[in-house]
């Protein structure tokens, strides 16, 4: 009877410390969610010789007063006649990152602008969710309002984080296009594949419902995604193309989460290059 009450103690003892350690898992998690969602890239890179690209740094003030710092490489075709892709990069990256992609774009003959969050890069404030929103609504603006950009010559571009960002923004404004690269369900969606024993869907802030949204996006879409994503599984990029309404392609390429461009060069370029000659209106602001 002794023995019987002493292993009775002893399970509600361990159960309570299980208990206690779980919730204190969660607290963590929940307090720290901002440092699990983003991962700031503070360090900016030199652009190789070789790409051939001239970097010019740009500054917009987002609309709570945060200074955003992003670089555009102008194509040597007139505004009249280039496209404009409004680059939106991934989670642990800056916009010096990713420099070759850009410099392909280039070559395809568009004018990038590559947009930075706050906290990222040179760029002052912390990220989240509702304030990389702020930062893309910022970045479209200096585009029409400054460079005086038509949307008509206008290509929104999302890599991982950055798809989020776009078709929030999307929903919202003009362009001539939405490409897709890489893109998520929702951050929910794939924190709960990532963390399944965590009560992800309680306790997220930073939800990034691309699922919900991308219903709303009228424009032309090109969703991109690559087979071997490790990042992103593939099945998050075909749930994105399912909700989404016409026109839309979906464009299934071989290599990883950021080097399908090189990988699956011809498929990648052809289809992208296909897309941004959308772009190539007369029609301009």
């Known amino acids: 009877?002794?023995?019987?009450?002493?292993?009775?103690?002893?399970?509600?003892?361990?159960?309570?410390?299980?208990?206690?350690?779980?919730?204190?898992?969660?607290?963590?998690?929940?307090?720290?969610?901002?440092?699990?969602?983003?991962?700031?890239?503070?360090?900016?890179?030199?652009?190789?010789?070789?790409?051939?690209?001239y970097a010019e740094g740009v500054w917009v003030t987002a609309a709570d007063g945060v200074q955003l710092a992003g670089r555009i490489y102008r194509s040597s075709l007139p505004d009249s006649v280039a496209p404009w892709v409004?680059?939106?990069?991934?989670?642990?990256?800056?916009?010096?990152?990713?420099?070759?992609?850009?410099?392909?774009?280039?070559?395809?003959?568009?004018?990038?602008?590559?947009?930075?969050?706050?906290g990222f890069g040179q760029s002052g404030g912390s990220p989240d969710e509702a304030g990389v929103e702020r930062d893309a609504d910022a970045w479209y603006a200096y585009v029409r309002s400054v460079l005086g950009i038509s949307p008509h010559h206008l290509i929104l571009y999302g890599h991982s984080l950055g798809?989020?960002?776009?078709?929030?923004?999307?929903?919202?404004?003009?362009?001539?296009?939405?490409?897709v690269e890489g893109g998520f369900t929702s951050a929910v969606d794939r924190g709960e594949e990532l963390y399944p024993l965590l009560p992800v869907s309680w306790v997220m802030k930073n939800r990034?419902?691309?699922?919900?949204?991308?219903?709303?996006?009228?424009?032309?879409?090109?969703?991109?995604h690559a087979v071997d994503d490790k990042m992103i599984p593939i099945a998050h990029g075909r749930k994105l193309f399912d909700a989404a309404l016409p026109p839309k392609m979906?464009?299934?390429?071989?290599?990883?989460?950021?080097?399908?461009y090189l990988a699956d060069r011809h498929i990648f370029v052809d289809a992208l290059g296909s897309f941004l000659a959308r772009a190539r209106s007369p029609a301009r602001r």
């Open 1 to 53: 009877m002794i023995v019987k009450k002493l292993i009775r103690r002893i399970a509600i003892v361990v159960l309570l410390l299980l208990v206690l350690a779980y919730t204190g898992i969660v607290w963590w998690a929940s307090s720290h969610e901002n440092e699990l969602v983003f991962h700031p890239n503070r360090e900016m890179l030199l652009l190789p010789d070789s790409l051939g690209l």
């Open 208 to 224: 990034f419902d691309s699922l919900s949204k991308i219903p709303h996006v009228a424009m032309p879409k090109l969703f991109l």
């Open 250 to 260: 979906f464009v299934e390429v071989h290599g990883g989460h950021d080097d399908s």
């Open 163 to 179: 798809t989020a960002v776009a078709i929030d923004l999307a929903t919202r404004v003009q362009a001539a296009g939405l490409v």
């Open 86 to 118: 409004l680059y939106f990069h991934g989670i642990a990256k800056n916009s010096s990152s990713r420099a070759p992609f850009h410099a392909m774009l280039h070559r395809l003959g568009a004018s990038v602008l590559v947009a930075e969050y706050r």
